[in-house]
């Protein structure tokens, strides 16, 4: 890493530029380091914090090729993921998750990451979500994970810039040459030059909608992941997709966001409406073990039949030692502050019913990439493609292995637009001198009011319509926010996303005509369309967003 003072601020040099420091985002630099190049790798927190994973997790997804074991192959996982719907082919499966799976997980183990193990010696794994095999291996100390990935970065060597907001991917000659971002602590100007840029910035967007708290920080996922992997690269130009498609919602503890319905489920638990009916086979053959979103359409459709709320967990009847082991090792591993929240509210698995709601709603998505996880953008690699900690760990690693690989066939990178670069600071610290009183606080919950009121679980294009007026109309309001701090600053930069990320997903909704893909469904379009099997793009055109089906061009 070359760094080197620039009349704007400060000139960082490098190799590859890895953008988020999340699984994703560790698994690219080491997968770019392991190619013996530079490797620089920022976000906007703290490495050994940040991410989905920086409060803990408690299963990490693996296919092990175990003798015996259904369903436990390569093969098993191109099946079940292998769909047109989000265009992952056979062989990104293969290469960028299943090859690196095993691999990653024993890299964890061996720098402390406590794997729980069966009598035999075999991993202890649980199945779940639908999938047709046992492919989640549980974690004992989850809440160590993260710390343990950020000192495995260190060690190899990867520059880590902690605290480095990114808001622009930069381009020369439609190739992508760096970013341009800010220290949300110190307010110091980055420049960063590149060969070659991995957005490894997460999939969702976690507050553009709301659960029974109100709270947009008590959520599911990471709440600071505000869907800018997106926004980044729609704006650089590249195709985003599953906008669509990636809406997700969770179970969650009444009034309490957190992960964990995957050990819940699997462990057994019955789900019970507030008429004492177990329902969810109606909605699911594998019961309250199948697919996520068949759990969600299904409560929410009960409902809307007046069979609740309330709705339950019932975990009285699966052995104590499964519950233990959910309750004070898994659920703890995953979010931390479990264990105090159960303690306050008298939660016990064993012997009392867990009243359960359904969660906020993400929005989010990620740019396309082709096999060799790179996007419309040449240069420009994308690692948030797969999902869970061992999707994001191991696509990550593979996008960094490929960034690097075409970065040690360059000579130089590309250069840096002054003009442009000058204009990204001044947009950048704007507020800070603004005279105007609108918070950030503000403009976030009048866009979690409208997507609550039009994009929730049931929508209409009518509705969708004029969500899009509204959204639109607030983000003609961002010129008036105001920051007293950085840290405001940094927290209205971060809602410019989520809006950006909500007017996205609306429009990509609409031209979704169809129902039963996710977790909405459209009153005007009640039945799925066969032709609609495939992935939706959205790209960032002269007179607007440009629609491509299926492919995206360059790809």
């Not at 605290?163 to 110190?186: E, F, P, Q, S």
């Not at 009243?355 to 906020?360: A, D, L, M, N, Q």
């Not at 003009?419 to 403009?443: C, H, M, R």
């Amino acid at each position: 890493m070359k760094s080197s003072t620039h009349p704007l601020g400060t000139m960082i040099e490098t190799d590859v530029l890895v953008i988020g420091s999340g699984a994703s985002g560790c698994g690219a630099a080491l997968g770019a380091r392991e190619q013996g190049l530079d490797v620089v790798l920022l976000d906007k927190g703290k490495l050994e914090s940040s991410g989905c994973i920086g409060g803990g997790n408690d299963h990490y997804m693996a296919i092990l090729d175990e003798k015996g074991t259904p369903f436990d192959t390569a093969e098993d996982l191109v099946k079940f993921y292998a769909k047109p719907l989000n265009g992952w082919t056979p062989a990104m499966l293969t290469n960028g998750w299943y090859n690196h799976m095993y691999h990653m997980l024993k890299r964890l183990e061996k720098c402390g990451v406590q794997f729980s193990k069966n009598a035999d010696g075999t991993y202890k794994r649980t199945q779940g979500f639908g999938q047709p095999g046992t492919w989640w291996v549980h974690i004992a100390n989850g809440m160590t994970i993260k710390r343990v990935m950020a000192r495995i970065v260190r060690d190899s060597g990867v520059h880590v810039l902690d605290r480095i907001m990114a808001m622009k991917i930069l381009t020369d000659g439609g190739k992508a040459c760096g970013v341009l971002g800010w220290n949300v602590v110190t307010g110091e100007y980055v420049i960063i030059r590149a060969k070659t840029v991995v957005s490894a910035q997460g999939r969702s967007s976690t507050r553009g909608y709301n659960n029974s708290t109100h709270n947009p920080y008590n959520v599911w996922m990471y709440p600071y992941n505000t869907g800018a992997g997106v926004v980044l690269g729609y704006d650089a130009g590249a195709a985003v997709t599953e906008l669509d498609t990636y809406q997700r919602a969770t179970m969650e503890p009444k009034g309490y966001g957190c992960p964990g319905m995957n050990g819940i489920n699997s462990s057994g638990a019955h789900e019970i409406s507030a008429v004492g009916e177990r329902f969810m086979f109606k909605y699911d053959p594998m019961g309250e073990n199948g697919v996520r979103n068949n759990q969600i359409q299904g409560t929410y459709q009960e409902q809307l039949e007046g069979n609740g709320p309330p709705f339950y967990m019932d975990m009285r009847h699966v052995d104590p030692e499964v519950v233990h082991e959910l309750q004070y090792i898994l659920m703890p591993g995953d979010k931390a502050t479990f264990g105090d929240w159960a303690d306050c509210t008298g939660t016990d698995f064993q012997h009392k019913l867990l009243e359960v709601e359904i969660g906020e709603l993400i929005f989010g998505g990620t740019i396309a990439v082709n096999d060799q996880f790179e996007t419309t953008i040449p240069g420009l690699f994308c690692g948030s493609i797969f999902l869970y900690c061992s999707g994001a760990m191991c696509g990550g690693f593979e996008a960094g292995r490929q960034a690097a690989l075409k970065a040690s066939g360059m000579e130089q990178a590309g250069k840096i637009d002054e003009d442009l670069a000058a204009k990204v600071k001044s947009d950048i610290f704007a507020p800070l001198g603004n005279d105007q009183e609108l918070t950030y606080q503000e403009l976030e919950e009048a866009a979690r009011n409208v997507m609550m009121y039009y994009m929730g679980f049931r929508r209409s294009m009518a509705g969708m319509e004029r969500a899009l007026e509204k959204i639109t109309f607030l983000e003609e309001q961002i010129p008036q926010l105001h920051a007293g701090t950085l840290r405001d600053l940094m927290r209205c930069h971060e809602s410019c996303e989520v809006l950006k990320v909500c007017e996205l997903a609306i429009k990509a909704t609409m031209e979704r005509k169809e129902s039963g893909r996710c977790v909405y469904k459209i009153i005007d379009y009640p039945k799925i369309n066969p032709d609609m099997s495939k992935p939706l793009l959205l790209i960032k055109g002269e007179n607007g967003t440009e629609y491509h089906w299926g492919k995206a061009p360059l790809l």
